[in-house]
């Protein structure tokens, strides 16, 4: 049982290049969500999907785009990579009202 | 702004003593709360919640308190171990499940 598996766990990308991250649970929960973290500060949520089929934006969804064809798997998607989009990213997984389980991060630098 | 406070960035207590991270809130529609800690380089995991119905839930050496009235909570260890060094973050669960956290409290337990 692999929990939540994020890929890759590093990467460095240049203004403009597109890239996808990837998230997979294999514990069947409905709900699968993207988080970014920014130094000082909380995580802040970006996207969210409570099965598959259904996504919808959180906090801060602006550059991002979701997609949930599987219930397994959740990628989030950067279109043209900015500077500010430099951060860590976490996605998180749930059954249904229960505490959300992290994977351990995409580090993600834009030059 | 912050819905979700941790004035205290950091906290440093003896091993054995007790460990008090505090969190105010602002919006009074959360109904449920969550500690969640975080070691380098992982994700968050969950360690303890409670429901506003409650003012106190207790798990082992780890025990929260509510005080709804003052839209503040508390999370008390006893007694801390240098393995409980970590970020905490307190965490409010809003509608669709989302997640909003306060910035984190790094915890150092000296031995």
Aim: glycine share 8%; charged share 15%; hydrophobic share 30%.
């Amino acid at each position: 049982n692999a929990g939540v598996t994020q890929t890759p766990k590093f990467q460095v990308l240049k203004t403009g290049q597109s890239m996808t991250l990837q998230c997979a649970q294999d514990m069947n929960h409905e709900y699968m969500s993207w988080y970014r973290q920014d130094p000082g500060m909380g995580l802040r949520l970006i996207h969210y999907s409570v099965g598959a089929g259904i996504t919808d934006q959180g906090e801060v969804p602006n550059g991002y785009n979701v997609s949930r064809s599987t219930t397994e798997d959740f990628p989030l998607r950067l279109l043209s990579a900015a500077p500010s989009q430099t951060s860590v990213y976490f996605c998180a997984s749930s059954p249904g009202g229960q505490p959300q389980h992290f994977g351990d991060g995409t580090r993600l630098s834009i030059l | 702004d912050q819905q979700v406070k941790q004035n205290s960035p950091s906290l440093s207590v003896q091993e054995g003593r007790i460990s008090i991270l505090n969190c105010d809130y602002t919006n009074s529609m959360f109904d449920y709360f969550l500690w969640y800690k975080k070691y380098p380089a992982e994700g968050p995991t969950f360690l303890i919640s409670i429901s506003s119905i409650k003012d106190k839930n207790e798990d082992g050496r780890f025990t929260v308190f509510l005080n709804k009235s003052a839209k503040h909570l508390s999370l008390h260890i006893v007694p801390s171990q240098p393995g409980d060094s970590a970020v905490y973050f307190c965490v409010s669960r809003g509608s669709a499940r989302q997640l909003t956290f306060g910035s984190g409290t790094q915890l150092t337990v000296l031995p």
